[in-house]
């Protein structure tokens, strides 16, 4: 019996300190952060530039935002959560996207993540380290920037099963 209670016990002890470690290790820098953000610009444009202008409007059902109403949201929340969180300036970039080429969404797309990086890159370490309330949520601006990220990346994940649904051929994943 003190036998079993004492492996349960090293057994917790040792997977709660690999958490601890894990926990510490996935830290981020600002650097690797922004490193990330570019990545992020990058693989958004790759999957845009992929999906022929007839797909453009594509949706999944009816309720669903359409493949170039994906990518612009993308865009839009970058924007949207740089101003109204991260101090971003007043001066965004805008797309009308009723208008708008495909090349004009590919433009805003990329200036709306370049306004973003340059956001993040303007804060101080201690606004990063600000707790703000964003969404009824007491969280930092760093975690803020880390949903800029998770955002993109869940819409992105959705634009990709458009260019899937159509037979087009991702890009490939690149991680860093």
Do not use: W
């Amino acid at each position: 019996m003190k036998t079993s209670i004492k492996l349960s016990f090293a057994v917790f002890f040792s997977a709660s300190l690999m958490l601890f470690v894990s926990l510490a290790q996935a830290q981020t820098s600002e650097n690797e952060f922004l490193s990330k953000f570019e990545n992020s610009k990058k693989f958004t444009l790759d999957v845009l530039a992929k999906m022929p202008d007839s797909g453009m409007d594509y949706k999944t059902d009816p309720g669903a935002m359409s493949f170039k109403e994906q990518i612009s949201h993308i865009g839009d929340a970058i924007v949207g959560i740089s101003q109204g969180f991260l101090k971003g300036a007043e001066d965004a970039p805008k797309l009308d996207l009723e208008t708008a080429s495909k090349a004009d969404l590919a433009k805003y797309v990329a200036d709306a993540y370049d306004y973003g990086i340059a956001t993040c890159k303007a804060l101080s370490d201690a606004d990063a380290a600000e707790e703000i309330e964003v969404f009824g949520n007491k969280v930092t601006r760093r975690q803020v920037e880390a949903l800029l990220i998770d955002h993109s990346t869940h819409h992105r994940g959705s634009a990709i099963a458009y260019l899937r649904a159509n037979g087009v051929e991702p890009p490939a994943f690149v991680g860093f």
